[in-house]
């Protein structure tokens, strides 16, 4: 399964695809740093600046990935069980891309029920944006 994540909620986007996982099939997640994320600017910098810099030791950790795939990894990986057997075997299943490969075969999915259209308000960033405050190049 190819999911194109352009305009699409990353929980919602996230949420799916790790059910999948779970289900046994292989998700591939391309265009990440189209992904959006609800809520003021200013909430969401402060919530994952806090994440990144507040929290634990430089040296220990938490550490928050930069690039925007490996942010939608991670966030995927909160909603698995990925310290048992079947959520690590579907962890090992997901697979996150920056635009899209050329080695990938398919039309992607569009999935309706996590487009951003489905908010009622206009608050919302993307995932690029996010990731370069974190300093993403």
Not at 5 to 20: D, E, H, P, V
Not at 50 to 73: E, I
């Amino acid at each position: 399964m190819i999911i194109d994540g352009t305009n699409l909620i990353l929980g919602r986007a996230a949420s799916y695809a790790a059910k999948q996982a779970l289900l046994g099939e292989d998700v591939n997640i391309v265009n990440c740093e189209g992904m959006q994320i609800t809520g003021t600017k200013a909430d969401v910098f402060e919530k994952y600046l806090h994440k990144k810099f507040d929290m634990g030791l430089h040296s220990k950790g938490p550490f928050w990935p930069k690039r925007p795939d490996m942010f939608v990894k991670k966030t995927i990986r909160g909603m698995l069980p990925y310290k048992q057997p079947k959520g690590r075997v579907a962890f090992k299943k997901i697979k996150c891309y920056i635009g899209m490969p050329s080695d990938l075969k398919g039309k992607p999915e569009i999935l309706k029920f996590a487009s951003i259209d489905k908010v009622p308000n206009l608050r919302y960033i993307s995932l690029g944006e996010v990731c370069k405050r974190l300093g993403w190049s």
